[in-house]
């Protein structure tokens, strides 16, 4: 069946790293723009990064500029988000999802599919 399943998270102290894969089964995500949004409790949801169907174009909201990076391994179906220098802000629930377009994942459009997310926690 179709799926989106993140892993990756964790617990890390600030400054650490961590890479989480979005992999996708039973569709590909080559034919997809992939968001990566953040949830944290009692918080709205935020767009962190996007990424274009061809993987020509990313986009990274401001927070996270430097820091993290998204990238395809498209012999996978997958999708990572790797994330350096974390901070204690950026700990959250990260959800991947997948979009028809990269303008429509940028403005946080519908996305068609989404996945549960994975727990980043980022304490010393």
């Known amino acids: 069946q179709v799926q989106l399943v993140e892993s990756g998270g964790g617990l890390v102290q600030p400054g650490g790293s961590l890479r989480l894969p979005c992999a996708a089964s039973?569709?590909?995500?080559?034919?997809?723009?992939i968001g990566w949004y953040r949830q944290a409790p009692g918080k709205e949801r935020e767009g962190v990064s996007c990424i274009s169907s061809s993987g020509g174009s990313t986009y990274y909201t401001n927070s996270v500029k430097g820091r993290l990076t998204v990238s395809r391994d498209n012999p996978k179906n997958t999708v990572s988000l790797q994330m350096n220098s974390l901070q204690p802000g950026d700990a959250a629930e990260y959800y991947c999802a997948a979009h028809t377009t990269q303008s429509m994942c940028i403005f946080g459009d519908s996305a068609k599919y989404w996945g549960k997310g994975t727990l980043v926690t980022v304490s010393s």
């Open positions: 039973a569709f590909s995500l080559e034919d997809y723009a």
